[in-house]
């Protein structure tokens, strides 16, 4: 099982929305509403930030979005903020009974 | 509240057994999954696997099928990941993780602190 495509790294300024895409196959991300999403601080445990596709957990800003078309999800974060700095990373569920990662994205507040 | 605490840091020559522990406390043991998720040096997070602690069904990653065997252990709320035959490509923090459901596919909303396994000659 091939590993979720996301961009290496974005980038925002304060106050700005920023969008991350997370592209799979007809395998996984296009068939299941399963996609989640995280947020990992360096050298924290990662965080869910957004579950099946668009659900927010309790305690998780309403500036975290989630979205998806056909074999793309996107997670977006509005009202860009220094501590939204992190790697976010997007999960799928597969056909194959698994969970697939993406290589995660790197965001830059500037 | 709810948590995860999994066992202490572990070194292992290349050939080698590691056995990750993680104890459940805060929520029903047996209303959730438990999945187990690894992270190499400077690298991103790949799922190892999914163990059921109702029934104790599991589904593992097909590239460490045949090296992985992950139990529960009902009676003290506790998952163990178990990897054989490391290599140095197996050294990375590994991390146990409570599904938002019973399901495979919930999120992941209760994450333990981490297991660093370095493999070394």
């Known amino acids: 099982q091939s590993a979720l495509t996301q961009p290496a790294s974005v980038s925002g300024s304060p106050g700005r929305s920023i969008t991350i895409s997370c592209t799979g196959t007809?395998?996984?991300?296009?068939?299941?509403?399963?996609v989640s999403w995280y947020q990992q601080h360096p050298g924290k445990a990662p965080k869910l930030m957004i579950y099946?596709?668009?659900k927010r957990p309790s305690g998780v800003s309403n500036r975290f979005s989630g979205s998806k078309s056909g074999n793309t999800a996107s997670l977006t974060i509005s009202g860009l903020q220094a501590e939204d700095e992190a790697d976010y990373y997007c999960s799928s569920y597969t056909s194959s009974s698994t969970l697939v990662f993406g290589g995660g994205t790197k965001l830059t507040v500037l | 509240q709810v948590q995860l605490v999994q066992s202490g840091p572990e070194v292992k020559k290349p050939g080698a057994s590691v056995k990750v522990s993680c104890k459940a406390s805060g929520y029903t043991f047996t209303s959730y999954g438990i999945t187990w998720v690894r992270q190499a040096p400077g690298q991103g997070l790949e799922w190892m696997g999914w163990?059921?602690?109702?029934?104790?069904?599991?589904n593992y990653a097909q590239n460490l099928q045949g090296r992985l065997t992950m139990t529960t252990d009902t009676s003290t709320s506790t998952a163990y990941m178990e990897l054989r035959s490391l290599t140095s490509d197996d050294t990375a923090v590994y991390s146990c993780?409570?599904?938002?459901?019973?399901?495979?596919?919930?999120?992941?909303?209760?994450w333990g602190q981490g297991t660093t396994v370095t493999v070394s000659s």
């Open positions: 163990i059921s602690a109702y029934n104790g069904n599991t």
């Open positions: 099946d596709v668009n």
């Open positions: 007809s395998n996984d991300v296009g068939v299941y509403n399963y």
């Open positions: 993780a409570k599904g938002g459901s019973g399901w495979l596919h919930a999120g992941l909303d209760v």
